[in-house]
T-cell receptor, first 116, second 112 residues
């Protein structure tokens, strides 16, 4: 139980385009979903937290107009990187809470974004 | 502010025991997690401590001292597959949900 999927697992896009990453909780209702970014050999940095049906809360320094987060249902959250630049290339990981172990965040497998 | 410190790298040999330390200073505390992360993969849950003391789960144990802001992850009978990054994360309750603040991770290399 408590499986979280992400799609796509890898994406390459051209500079200036937008890319959408989906995060789904497959067997539980995720009341809260989190989006992280991880650069090589660095730790996970929380970008934003979203609760179903409400606006996402962004961490300091994260541009909300560039990283659009939608949490339209209890099983789906999307992150759209708009007008992507090479410096946005990173590993994006989502997590979800709301499973049986309410204290735990369940992580998706991550999405490797490369902007050329 | 949030500050979580753990060593950057550690090395150990197969079959040995290794202890990875984590110290934290955070504005709030509602539990400490340890995750294992292999390169290019998402973190996987290892342990959760909210009360002081030692939690044992197979080859892995985790200890917490809230008064000292200190935790450690103990790995016994090391195997090659244990080579990975180990992330310490503190759960910080705010605004009705709990966020995790991660340390930078400790890269453990297990050699034959």
């Amino acid at each position: 139980g408590a499986v979280v999927s992400q799609h796509p697992s890898r994406v390459i896009c051209k500079s200036g385009t937008s890319v959408k990453i989906e995060c789904r909780s497959l067997d539980f209702q995720a009341t809260t979903m989190f989006w992280y970014r991880q650069f090589p050999k660095q730790s996970l940095m929380l970008m934003a937290t979203s609760n179903e049906g409400s606006k996402a809360t962004y961490e300091q320094g994260v541009e909300k107009d560039k990283f659009l987060i939608n949490h339209a249902s209890l099983t789906l959250s999307t992150l759209t990187v708009t007008s992507a630049h090479p410096e946005d290339s990173s590993f994006y990981i989502c997590s979800a809470s709301g499973g049986i172990r309410t204290y735990e965040q369940y992580f998706g497998p991550g999405t490797r974004l490369t902007v050329t | 502010g949030q500050n979580i410190d753990q060593p950057t790298e550690m090395t150990a040999t197969e079959g040995a025991i290794v202890q990875i330390n984590c110290t934290y200073q955070t504005s709030g505390f509602n539990g400490l997690f340890w995750y294992q992360q292999h390169a290019g993969e998402a973190p996987t849950f290892l342990s959760y401590n909210v009360l002081d003391g030692l939690e044992e789960k197979g080859r892995f144990s985790s200890f917490l001292s809230r008064s000292k802001g200190y935790s450690y992850l103990l790995l016994k009978e090391l195997q090659m597959k244990d080579s990975a990054s180990y992330l310490c994360a503190v759960r910080d309750p705010r605004a009705g949900y709990s966020t995790l603040t991660f340390g930078k991770g400790t890269m453990l290399l297990v050699s034959p």
